[in-house]
């Protein structure tokens, strides 16, 4: 796990938050939604299956661990989550990743996926420091 390097496309989308024990934790750059993504920090990883058992355990308490993030800080944001989407989607980005978002009932593509949708709006400044200063003091 040395030398990782996130795919470009999360690069452009999402912002380096911190790093957990197996993975790279990011912040998608939507304020529209508590989004966070997990890339592990595993060469070459694709697939689940490119993982061994021990990084697999490891990746789904990461991902528990995200979805206590994400809803608190749409608590702390006074906009409690009605779902938690938990996916791993690898159709346009390779790298393994997981998207851990929450969705409320009236935010706007509610009941629909929101992956490759339009009309994204980018955090302000002071929004994007507080919530990445939340994420690493979780």
């Known amino acids: 796990m040395t030398d990782f390097k996130a795919d470009a496309a999360f690069e452009a989308g999402s912002v380096f938050a911190v790093d957990w024990p197996l993975c790279q934790v990011r912040l998608q750059d939507d304020a529209r939604f508590p989004w966070l993504i997990l890339l592990p920090r595993v060469d070459g ?15 789904m308490d990461e991902v528990v661990r995200a979805g206590e993030v994400v809803r608190a800080l749409a608590e702390a944001a006074g906009r409690p989550i009605d779902k938690l989407n938990t996916a791993a989607l690898g ?12 969705r409320r009932r009236d935010d706007g593509l509610w009941p629909d996926p929101i992956w490759g949708r339009p009309g994204a709006v980018r955090l302000s400044e002071d929004d994007l420091a507080a919530l990445l200063r939340a994420i690493r003091e979780a």
């Open 91 to 102: 159709n346009v980005t390779r790298q393994l990743h997981i998207h851990v978002v929450g």
């Open 45 to 59: 990883a694709v697939e689940l299956d490119d993982l061994s058992r021990d990084q697999r355990a490891a990746l």
